[in-house]
Structures are given as C-alpha cells and as structure tokens.
C-alpha cells in the first residue's frame, strides 16, 4: 500500500499569513494525488484533484503543486475559516489511501 | 444538487452484523462510481470499498475484504455495504462518497454523505 506521510502535525498560523502543508508518498503516485479540508464534525471537503486542480467552487487562495512522491498545498493568506484538518488522498494504486493529516490552528 | 444520505448505523456486538444504505440524488447515480469511506474517532480517512457506476467492479481495502461487500441499485439510486464479522476496529463513522467525474480512474470524492456511526462493542 502507498503510505502518505503529512507534515507538520500541527501548523499554528495567524489569520493573513501564508500555509504550506506537505504530503509526501511513499512511492511515486505521479500527480494523482488530492487535497481535502476537514471541519470538526463535517464531512472532508474536496480542494485540490490531481496535484494542482482547484475543485469546484473551491477560492483561489488555495494552491497545489508537486508530482511523484512530493506535495504541498499552499494557502496563499489564511482567512478564520480555513483553521481544520487537512489530508491527502492518492488514487495512483488501490488500495486509496490518504494520510494522517495536518491540523492547522490559530496562533 | 448532489445529496446522499446515510443510514443504517448503530451499535452492534463483536462478531455481528449490519448494513449500510445511502441515498443520492441530484445526479445520474448509474454513471458514477461510488465508495464508503470510514473515519475513527480522533483518526484520519479510512477508503474501505468502491464500486463501478454498472456495479460490475468491486475494490475492497485488505482490512475489510471476506468481511464486506457492497453493493448498489441503480433502479433505486441506492448504495449498501453489507457488513459481518464486526470487530472492534471497525468503529467508525461511515460515508458514502461520490467520485469526482464518471471518467474512469477518477478516484477523488467531490460529495460526501452526512455519515452514519457504527459502533462495535459488547
């Protein structure tokens, strides 16, 4: 199974200051890796498809980039509601995995 | 507007039984696969099966394959996952999850049910 490998665990960030979250694989998935945000309670929402691809509706703010086995997702200027969880999904190989996520806080 | 609604969870003894349904409107259900996804409490996702738009192909994670099986009815618009052997590790909250395109390796989920709660415990 490919394992993805999220960092930091927790990222403590002010609102207006820029996010970079990693995801990294444990073999190459090419650029068939997404991104989704978490809300406590909620159902994750997808952002990012295929490494790089806004998902419908999703703000401009939020960026992806990376292929083979390294990805970040950016957050270009946090607003309040993008404090969550956020993980990585591969579909490169079945099993689907996602990682272990990263929680973004207020500092 | 895409909906799917879970139902089916509860708590159930080791070794029991239980059957998942959603519901999904708001697009041509046939075209789409569709999957569960589970999240333990305080844990991250958890992909445990998918299935084709036709239902003809099946993919289950090693942790639940022999024990689960899903299923969909097309004519009803109507996802199952039928599961035995319950162990304690399957508690979770379970979704059901649409996939983003019906383009076929399109394995990302642009709609989520609200998730149902499957608790196994004595």
């Known amino acids: 199974d490919i394992v993805l490998t999220q960092s930091p665990a927790t990222l403590s960030l002010s609102p207006g200051e820029r996010a970079t979250l990693s995801c990294r694989a444990s073999q190459s998935v090419s650029t068939y890796l997404a991104w989704y945000q978490q809300i406590a309670g909620q159902a994750p929402r997808l952002l990012i498809y295929d490494a790089s691809n806004r998902a419908t509706g999703i703000p401009a703010r939020f960026s992806g980039s990376g292929s083979g086995t390294d990805f970040t997702l950016t957050i270009s200027s946090l607003e309040p509601e993008d404090f969550a969880v956020y993980y990585c999904q591969q579909r490169s190989n079945w099993p689907l995995t996602f990682g272990q996520g990263t929680r973004l806080e207020i500092k | 507007e895409v909906q799917l609604l879970e139902s089916g969870g509860g708590l159930v003894q080791p070794g029991g039984s239980l059957r998942l349904s959603c519901g999904a409107s708001g697009f041509t259900f046939s075209s789409y696969g569709m999957s569960w996804v589970r999240q333990a409490p305080g844990k991250g996702p958890e992909w445990v099966s998918a299935?084709?738009?036709?239902?003809?192909?099946?993919y289950y994670a090693d942790s639940v394959k022999g024990r689960f099986t899903i299923s969909r009815d097309n004519s009803k618009n109507t996802l199952s996952l039928q599961m035995n052997s319950l162990r304690a590790d399957d508690t979770a909250v379970y979704y059901c999850?649409?996939?983003?395109?019906?383009?076929?390796?399109?394995?990302?989920?642009?709609?989520w049910g609200q998730g149902t709660l499957v608790t196994v415990s004595s």
């Open positions: 999850a649409k996939r983003i395109a019906p383009t076929l390796g399109q394995n990302y989920f642009d709609s």
């Open positions: 299935i084709s738009g036709s239902g003809v192909n099946t």
